[in-house]
C-alpha cells in the first residue's frame, strides 16, 4: 500500500474509532466484542482500502463489515450457546432512571434478530436514510421500512411495563 494510502487509513480510524466502537456496541451488546468486531471490520478494509477510496465509501463499507461480521459471529455463536440461568443474570438497580432505560433498551435491542438490529442501529443511532441503509445491507428501502417498523414493533412490545393490579380488578375477580 502506498504510504499516502497508508496515512489516510490511519486517519480514517483515529476519526472513525469511536462512532464505529458505538455502533458495534450497539450491535453486539458488548464493550470487548464491539471492539474486536471493530478491529476484525478494519482489518478487512485495509485490504480493500485503495479499492475503497476510490468508490469514496470507507464508512459504508466498514458499517457493512461490521454489520456481516456480527451476523456471522452469530450465526457461529449459536451452536455452542448455552442459556444461563434466571438466578445467574440478576442485574444490579442502577441509581439513575435514564441508565435502567438505556439497559433496558440495549436489551431489548440484543433480542431482536441480528439483520432488523442492524436496520434500527443504522436508521435511528447512525442517522442513515432508509436507501442508504438499502444500499448498505444489500436490500429493497422497502425491507428497511418493513424490518424498522417490526424492529420498534418488537421493541415497543418489550419495553411496554406489565399491566398494573388495581382495587377495582382485585374485586371483579372472583378468585
Not at 64 to 91: G, H, K, Q
Not at 121 to 127: G, K, N, T
Amino acid at each position: 500500500m502506498p504510504d499516502d494510502d497508508e496515512e489516510q487509513f490511519r486517519e480514517f480510524v483515529s476519526q472513525q474509532w469511536g462512532p464505529l466502537t458505538r455502533t458495534a456496541y450497539l450491535l453486539t451488546g458488548d464493550r470487548g466484542v464491539a471492539e474486536d468486531l471493530v478491529q476484525s471490520a478494519l482489518e478487512k478494509t485495509h485490504r480493500q482500502w485503495g479499492r475503497i477510496l476510490r468508490k469514496d465509501a470507507p464508512g459504508a463499507y466498514v458499517r457493512r463489515a461490521m454489520i456481516n461480521t456480527a451476523v456471522s459471529w452469530r450465526r457461529r455463536r449459536r451452536t455452542v450457546e448455552v442459556p444461563l440461568l434466571d438466578a445467574d443474570t440478576i442485574a444490579t438497580p442502577d441509581a439513575y432512571q435514564h441508565a435502567e432505560n438505556r439497559h433496558q433498551l440495549l436489551g431489548a435491542l440484543r433480542r431482536l434478530p441480528p439483520r432488523m438490529r442492524a436496520v434500527l442501529v443504522l436508521r435511528y443511532f447512525e442517522d442513515l436514510s432508509e436507501a442508504d441503509i438499502a444500499r448498505l445491507l444489500d436490500c429493497s428501502p422497502g425491507t428497511v421500512k418493513s424490518q424498522a417498523s417490526r424492529g420498534l414493533a418488537r421493541l415497543r412490545a418489550d419495553l411496554e411495563p406489565p399491566p398494573t393490579i388495581t382495587e377495582t380488578s382485585l374485586q371483579e375477580d372472583p378468585a
